[in-house]
């Protein structure tokens, strides 16, 4: 559906372009290289823009890269079943060092949740040191995809804050 309505949108450009090649006169087209033909926010999720250059007929559509953090944004993204079952997925795949001495404390994270459901640029805010931040990144990296954030009806990358909690010890006792 998204496909066609992409397609369909190329193509009235396309015929558009061709309309306005042969009734504008040379020196107005030498005046105007692009023109923004089109800016819906919510015609699709990933077009944001479309322009065009009369002198080659090429359509170039822009994509919404924006960040938006997580409290101007209408629907937040979220896991599928929930933040506890997110946090049990990270319970059943965070591996502790191997070290004897107890590690425990609380790892802080941020992330993007991408327009896909993935996770990307994934960093550590507050490492509790002995590889704990190294795991969560590793964890977060193979994390199940996440349901999309969205704003004004439109699939937005979003910017996620986590906090993680880390007791080596509670994990032998299990």
Not at 5 to 19: A, D, E, H, R
Not at 84 to 98: C, H, R, S
Not at 103 to 131: A, P, Q, T
């Amino acid at each position: 559906m998204r496909m066609k309505k992409t397609l369909m949108l190329i193509l009235i450009l396309i015929g558009f372009t061709q309309c306005n090649f042969f009734t504008e006169t040379k020196a107005s087209k030498e005046e105007k290289t692009e023109q923004n033909i089109v800016k819906e926010n919510n015609f699709e999720e990933s077009i944001t823009e479309a322009n065009i250059s009369d002198s080659d007929n090429e359509v170039q559509i822009k994509e919404d890269t924006t960040i938006y953090a997580i409290d101007s944004i209408d629907v937040k993204p979220d896991f599928e079943g929930g933040i506890q079952k997110f946090q049990k997925y990270i319970k059943n795949n965070f591996f502790y060092p191997e070290e004897d001495e107890h590690v425990k404390g609380m790892l802080e994270v941020n992330f993007v949740v991408e327009k896909d459901g993935n996770l990307s640029n994934i960093k550590v805010i507050k490492d509790i040191g002995h590889g704990t931040g190294n795991e969560a990144i590793r964890v977060l990296k193979k994390a199940p995809k996440w349901i999309p954030a969205t704003n004004n009806h439109r699939l937005v990358r979003t910017l996620y804050y986590l906090s993680i909690p880390v007791d080596n010890h509670q994990e032998q006792n299990l």
